[in-house]
């Protein structure tokens, strides 16, 4: 079986991963921290701006 790891930062994710959906896909973090990063790292890749 393979382990799993977080999207944002490649630590292995336990029982109850959280669900980001970044650019379409669904990815699996490991806590909030590593959700909001993805989620802002998404908004800029989609140049989305902030004004």
């Known amino acids: 079986m393979t382990?799993?790891?977080?999207a944002a930062c490649d630590c292995?994710?336990?029982a109850?991963?959280?669900?980001?959906?970044v650019g379409g896909k669904t990815v699996e973090?490991?806590?909030?921290?590593?959700a909001?990063?993805?989620n802002e790292a998404g908004a800029s890749?989609?140049?989305v701006s902030e004004d």
């Open 3 to 6: 382990e799993k790891t977080c």
């Open 16 to 21: 109850n991963p959280i669900r980001v959906k």
């Open 29 to 34: 973090v490991c806590c909030e921290e590593c």
């Open 36 to 38: 909001t990063a993805l």
């Open 45 to 47: 890749a989609a140049g």
């Open 12 to 14: 292995q994710l336990d």
